[in-house]
Antibody, heavy 121, light 107 residues
């Protein structure tokens, strides 16, 4: 079945780095754009970053631009989020999500279970 | 950035009720709107996309309407499993933005 599984979350000190991974299965990963979305404890959903199906274009929320980098390895069916210069306000559950349609932009039809990132000294 | 105003933030209702959640955009987005349901401790799930298209597997008591700047999610006959938080989202332009969420609780 179609599945996304995140990993790599944990506790990190302010200013530190972390790399999240999102392993995809059950669909042709290389045909779909992918997003990262986060949710701070008790708060709503915040979009973080997007990468096109072939990695040719990337977009970032202003809150993470210059600190986070989204990437993908289509040979490994895996999406990544490299997070540097982490701040307390980056504390959240991070979800990866698949775009509904091939090669385009659309709603997010499949979400991973999420991985928790806590930035604290 | 397209700003979204989702209302109400809290909705109390009973099983069997019909409820409506609204989402208003700061500018027109045609029909590039989705609705998600999220239960505590779980990832969001897509309910409706393109403003009114029901995602596969979603019960027909859920429906969406609207275009341009004003959108509505309607649940026609609440079931116990529908008590959750609902988010609207526009994907017309970057950054894709979510509404603040509506928590639907049992009255």
């Amino acid at each position: 079945q179609v599945q996304l599984v995140e990993s790599g979350g944990g506790v990190v000190q302010p200013g530190g780095s972390l790399r999240l991974s999102c392993a995809a299965s059950g669909f042709t990963f290389s045909s779909y754009g992918m997003h990262w979305v986060r949710q701070a404890p008790g708060k709503g959903l915040e979009w973080v970053a997007f990468i096109r199906y072939d990695g040719s274009n990337k977009y970032y929320a202003d809150s993470v631009k210059g600190r986070f980098t989204i990437s993908r390895d289509n040979s490994k069916n895996t999406l990544y989020l490299q997070m540097n210069s982490l701040r307390a306000e980056d504390t959240a559950v991070y979800y990866c999500a698949k775009v509904l349609v091939e090669y385009g932009l659309d709603a997010f039809d499949i979400w991973g279970q999420g991985t928790m990132v806590t930035v604290s000294s | 950035v397209i700003w979204m105003t989702q209302s109400p933030s809290l909705l109390s209702a009973s099983t069997g009720d019909r409820v409506t959640i609204s989402c208003r955009m700061s500018q027109g987005i045609s029909s590039y709107l989705a609705w998600y349901q999220q239960k505590p401790g779980k990832a969001p799930e897509l309910l409706i996309y393109a403003a009114s298209t029901l995602q596969s597997g979603v019960p027909s008591r859920f429906s969406g309407s609207g275009s341009g700047t004003d959108f509505t999610l309607t649940i026609s006959c609440l079931q116990s499993e529908d008590f959750a938080t609902y988010y609207c989202q526009q994907y017309y332009s970057f950054p894709p933005t979510f509404g603040q969420g509506t928590r639907l609780e049992i009255k």
